[in-house]
């Protein structure tokens, strides 16, 4: 089992507190922190505008942006936003972006990419809010777009929601076969077949069952399009809060909800500290996590994407996960 780590960048509220002026600080040095060893197989960042829960004037430092500014200062870990909405770019535009960024990178980044969900920002950046049905049809296009790029170095492509005529993208990659597609969400009927048919990748939810129904649909996906089930990895994203007591767990999400409940209210708060208070959602001892996550990994589960409120304040949640989770699993 292979592990990532998301930098807080402010999206869920994890920069609270902090000036401005200093996030950039705070993120760089933790990436580099992850960067140093070899514990961290990857590094990641949410594409988004607003916060969440609830949409605040709290900054939320933009994805792309952030990949570059990683590819330029660390060296070895992979670089991978989870994930990337397709229509908040033109996809050849993407293409073009991602393949600069994986130069600086010497050959790093990778490409989470999924249809989008977050109304509130889609309205207020003017994209509207397009069906589902729409916002999938243009992530199964997109994909296709930025696939042909990579490999071609130009593209062509008449789609009913995208067209390029000759568009290039040089340099390309520097990695062979492109950049690895992460195809993320757990739709059953669209986008885990677009997955069958693109992804290097994909990404769906930490709990067993649910992993377990989404693997098998996946799996049929994959024999319906004709390609290899064997080959996608799966992963999942856990909300880690880990301490050496039960107690001291309990404490530590008492002060992330104390952070953010003056920025959410009482109620906004609660429900997202419960959707992480779980061994299966992240959150206990060393040996609870230990415990969830060979579960997790009997049924298939081979990465695992690690947020930690806490990153930005104190890290000593990710030093125990280090030594007493990881090589539990690694």
């Known amino acids: 089992m292979r592990f990532g780590l998301f930098i807080p960048q402010g999206w869920r509220l994890d920069l609270v507190g902090i000036e401005p002026r200093d996030h950039w600080r705070v993120m760089s040095d933790l990436a580099?922190?992850?960067?140093?060893?070899?514990?961290?197989?990857?590094?990641?960042?949410?594409?988004?505008?607003?916060?969440?829960?609830?949409?605040?004037?709290?900054?939320?430092?933009?994805?792309?942006?952030?990949?570059?500014?990683?590819?330029?200062?660390?060296?070895?870990?992979?670089?991978?936003?989870?994930?990337?909405?397709m229509s908040y770019r033109n996809p050849a535009y993407l293409a073009k972006v991602a393949a600069?960024?994986?130069?600086?990178?010497?050959?790093?980044?990778?490409?989470g990419i999924g249809g989008g969900w977050y109304e509130h920002e889609w309205r207020a950046y003017g994209y509207g809010f397009?069906?589902?049905?729409?916002?999938?049809?243009?992530?199964?296009?997109?994909?296709?777009?930025?696939?042909?790029?990579?490999?071609?170095?130009?593209?062509?492509f008449d789609g009913k929601h995208y067209q390029t005529d000759g568009a290039i993208v040089a340099p390309r990659p520097l990695q062979d076969g492109g950049i690895p597609l992460w195809i993320a969400g757990g739709g059953e009927k669209v986008t885990l077949r677009i997955a069958a048919k693109y992804a290097q990748y994909t990404n769906f939810t930490s709990e067993p069952d649910g992993f377990e129904h989404k693997s098998q649909v996946l799996a049929d996906h994959c024999r319906d399009v004709g390609t290899d089930f064997?080959?996608?990895?799966?992963?999942?994203n856990i909300n880690v809060v880990v301490a050496a007591t039960e107690n001291e767990v309990k404490d530590r999400l008492a002060a992330v909800r104390s952070r953010i409940s003056g920025l959410t209210g009482e109620a906004a708060a609660d429900a997202m500290?419960?959707?992480?208070s779980t061994p299966q959602a992240g959150s206990g001892t060393p040996e609870q996590l230990v415990e969830a996550l060979q579960?997790?990994?009997?049924?298939?589960?081979?990465?695992?994407?690690?947020?930690?409120?806490?990153?930005?304040?104190?890290?000593s949640g990710i030093e125990l996960f280090e030594r007493?989770?990881?090589?539990?699993?690694?």
């Open 324 to 330: 007493e989770v990881i090589p539990a699993l690694g």
């Open 230 to 236: 064997g080959a996608i990895v799966r992963s999942a």
């Open 100 to 111: 600069t960024a994986d130069v600086i990178s010497g050959g790093r980044v990778q490409m």
């Open 273 to 276: 500290l419960d959707s992480m």
């Open 32 to 85: 580099t922190y992850v960067d140093r060893g070899d514990v961290w197989d990857s590094l990641w960042v949410y594409d988004h505008f607003h916060t969440v829960p609830v949409p605040t004037d709290e900054a939320t430092h933009e994805a792309w942006s952030l990949m570059a500014a990683y590819a330029a200062t660390t060296s070895r870990i992979k670089l991978g936003q989870m994930c990337t909405a």
């Open 130 to 156: 397009p069906s589902a049905g729409v916002r999938l049809a243009r992530l199964d296009e997109g994909v296709q777009i930025m696939r042909d790029a990579w490999r071609d170095g130009v593209v062509t």
């Open 295 to 315: 579960k997790l990994r009997g049924l298939g589960c081979e990465y695992v994407i690690c947020y930690f409120p806490e990153a930005a304040f104190n890290r």
